[in-house]
Each structure stands twice: as structure tokens, then as C-alpha cells.
């Protein structure tokens, strides 16, 4: 991206990850914005983002990547991160009080995301997967009937309870909430997708929001570029068949 | 608290849990609040916190408690609670980076806490406790090991680097984020007193911080009314002596 973007990204590099949510508002916004770990130079690269982490004279210490820099300021985790750039970005609402209803949906996604990366390290994300199986194969049973629908089923209330719409999760226009949504779909079909053909028939709202995200340009675009990164063993989302149901 | 209260706390009755972070602020601020679950009449009990999570009307639907109204507000999520009220109770920075900067740190404490929730819940919080015992013992090894002294000590490093002294961990006053570092603390050390005394000779600065905040007049009348709930065996922080290591 353009070297003299305002927003620097600091996330790994070779993952989707956390640092997805927050590509997919730059991406979509057509906002530039440098990918730190994946360009190349001074200051970039992975380096550069272990460097930030133990920096050792700034207060502004984040605890792990994602983190953004934007000036002076450094924004840690992702729901922060798009509350911050989403004004700018064009992808928040300008009515303050739905502001902080959209930074409410972010974090429930924020709590989702935790569960569906437990699902495959339910013991400690020091161990390898094939060491605490076991527990994830027992973990994902729970998941799978328990967590998923309540998760899938409220967002698909807020949807259906929205007074300005049914196509985007509050107001009027899409803000970077459903972009978030839409990847965390994207996600769990590829880690799950028989638990997920089982409970798509309940969530035809969720589907269309995540269709019609699919077909914004600057979305289509990146996702056809060199740029998204593929699902891999080592995200949030894994296939695993064993944690899934039969089809 | 006065029935005139403009902020209503939507949480559970008899535990803690991610509610006491909220009313942690308004104790500390003496801002009246109702804590609706804990009041009697119209629209109170915990029959009015299920009545406001299936509301079939409203756009505004919380995912779970705790939430909080304010007017036609609803605002849901602990951090975000915090970072809505935070200027309101002279809880946050003026300056809207060190807000952002304070909204991350509450961030990383939410993350900290889910952690150890699934401490005693690693499969799932649909068990209880004893049926997951095995996985929790194994869980509870690497949390002890690994994850207690990464936090704890990211937040030292905090407070150490603050360049505006280093009693609290933002900017020149006291912030939510330190009252909820100290109730942080308070279960900790409650939860895990052996594991908490090795760690404890690393972070002086956590220790000075917790006690300061303890002494701070507000609090310490809160900590002392029959409004402060106790530790129980349902909350976050449970004491389960298997999870600990010897003494």
C-alpha cells in the first residue's frame, strides 16, 4: 500500500488471524494503510513488530498484536482498533449512541472469536493441537450444540430487530460490524461446515448480510487479490474434521 | 441507591462477577446507579434483566449481561460500559488518546478475565465444574505457569513506563482501569493464593497500585456495606484448592 499511509498495521504475518477484521475495513473503505509485518524496509517486517512489543520506552505498550499506530497514539485490540479508525473509515454510524450499540456487537464477535479459537486449544495456546485433542474433540461437542446457535441465533435477532433494516446489523448502512460478520462466516464454514450447513436454515438473515458483503466491490476485489491471505492451519479457524459433526 | 438514578446496571444478584467491575466505577465515583436485579418493585429483580435480554421490540439487545441503560441507550460489554460512563465519573483521561490507550488495557483485563473463567470451565459453561475437573487441573498448570505471569507482568511493565508517574497505569489520575485492576487482584489472590505469592515479588507496582486504590475512601466504605457481595463458589474467581499449586 501508498508509503506514506497514515495507519500502520502491526499483526504476524502468513495468518488471517485477528488482523483480518481490521484489513477488511481498510479494504473496503479503499482507505491505504501499511500491512508492517509483510512489507519490506526499514521499520518493517516482522521485526518491526516484535520490536514495538518490547519497546522499552513508550507508556503506550500494547500486549499483543493486532495493534495499529496512527501518529503518536497505538490502539490495541480489534474491536478498539475499528471504534477508532471507523469514522474515518466511513464504516460507523454517526449517531453516537449507535456508535457504542456497534462497539457492543463488536465485542460479543470479540467473546465468539475467543470460544472458536478455544475450540482447538481448549488447554493452553502454548501446546500443540495434537496434544490436547482429547479435550478439544469434547470441547467442540459443546460448541458445536450449545455456543453456535446462541451465538449465530442473537445475531440473527439483532438483524430481524433492527427498526432501520434488515440487511445490515444497526441503522441504516453497513458499518464495519458486518464486515466482521461477514468474515467470521467466511471462517466457521471453513472450520465447520457441517455444524454450519445444520444451522444456516435458522440464520437466513446472517446468509444474506454475508452475500451482499461478498459482492461490495472493494471486498471483491481484495478478496480475489494477492493480498487475503488463505485459511491455514495455524488462525483462528481451523479444519479440523474431527471437531465437526458428521455431514 | 436513589430511585432517581439516570444509570441502571443490568447484572445478575448474588456474585460479583463482570458486573462488580462496573459497580466497582460507580462506588469509586459516588455516581448513583440502580443495580436493577438487587432492587425491588417495577421493573426490577432478576426478572427484568430476562425481560430486557428477549426484548422482541427493541434494536437494542445485549448478548448477555452485564449491561447498562442510560435513557434509550443500552450499552453492553464491561469495557464498554466503562469507556461510556468513564468521563461521566471523572474515571477516564481527558485526552482521547490516553482514552484509547486506557479502553485497550481495559481490553486486555477482559481478555485476562475470560481466562480465568476457563480456568474452572475449559469444555464448557454449560458443566459444572466437578465434570470437567480433569481438563480444568490440566488447564490450570499452564495458566499458572505461563499466562499469570505474562499478564501480570505486562501490566507491571505498564505501570513502569507510564511517563506520567507510576501509580496508576494512564496519564496523572486514576482510571477505571485501575479499579478494575484491583478487583483483578482482590480475585486472584483469592482464587489462587499460592500462585499469586510467587508471582507477587515481581510486580510491586501491581501490589502498590491495589492497595492504593483500596485506601481510596470510597472504596473502602464500598468493600465494607452489605452492597459488596462476597467471593462464592459461582463467580469468576472460584477457589478450588486442586487449581492452586502448594503452598
Same mark, same amino acid.
Given at each position: 500500500m501508498a508509503e506514506d499511509a497514515k495507519y500502520k498495521l502491526y499483526y504476524w504475518d502468513g495468518i488471517q488471524g485477528r488482523g483480518e477484521f481490521v484489513r477488511l475495513a481498510f479494504e473496503d473503505a479503499g482507505v491505504d494503510y501499511i500491512d508492517v509485518a509483510r512489507e519490506e524496509g526499514e521499520?518493517?517486517?516482522p521485526e518491526a513488530v516484535m520490536a514495538a512489543l518490547q519497546n522499552? =520506552?513508550?507508556s503506550f505498550i500494547p500486549f499483543a498484536p493486532p495493534f495499529l499506530t496512527y501518529g503518536d497514539v497505538t490502539i490495541s485490540h480489534v474491536a478498539n482498533i475499528l471504534y477508532f479508525i471507523g469514522p474515518d473509515l466511513r464504516?460507523?454510524?454517526?449517531d453516537e449512541d449507535l456508535r457504542i450499540f456497534v462497539n457492543g456487537l463488536q465485542l460479543t464477535l470479540t467473546d465468539f472469536i475467543a470460544e472458536i479459537h478455544d475450540l482447538h486449544h481448549p488447554i493452553s495456546g502454548s501446546l500443540y493441537y495434537e496434544d490436547q485433542k482429547t479435550e478439544a474433540k469434547r470441547r467442540a461437542r459443546y460448541f458445536i450444540d450449545e455456543r453456535l446457535p446462541k451465538f449465530l441465533g442473537y445475531f440473527e435477532r439483532v438483524l430481524t430487530q433492527n427498526r432501520d433494516g434488515n440487511?445490515?446489523?444497526?441503522? =441504516?448502512r453497513v458499518t464495519y460490524v458486518d464486515l466482521s460478520m461477514f468474515q467470521l462466516i467466511e471462517g466457521l464454514r471453513y472450520a465447520l461446515p457441517n455444524a454450519m450447513r445444520r444451522v444456516e436454515d435458522d440464520v437466513p438473515l446472517l446468509l444474506a448480510l454475508h452475500h451482499t458483503i461478498s459482492q461490495r466491490p472493494n471486498i471483491k476485489a481484495y478478496l480475489g487479490s494477492k493480498r487475503r491471505l488463505g485459511f491455514t492451519g495455524s488462525g483462528i479457524f481451523r479444519h479440523y474434521p474431527e471437531l465437526d459433526i458428521s455431514a
Open positions: 521499520g518493517m517486517g522499552k =520506552k513508550t464504516l460507523a454510524p454517526e440487511m445490515q446489523l444497526v441503522g =441504516k
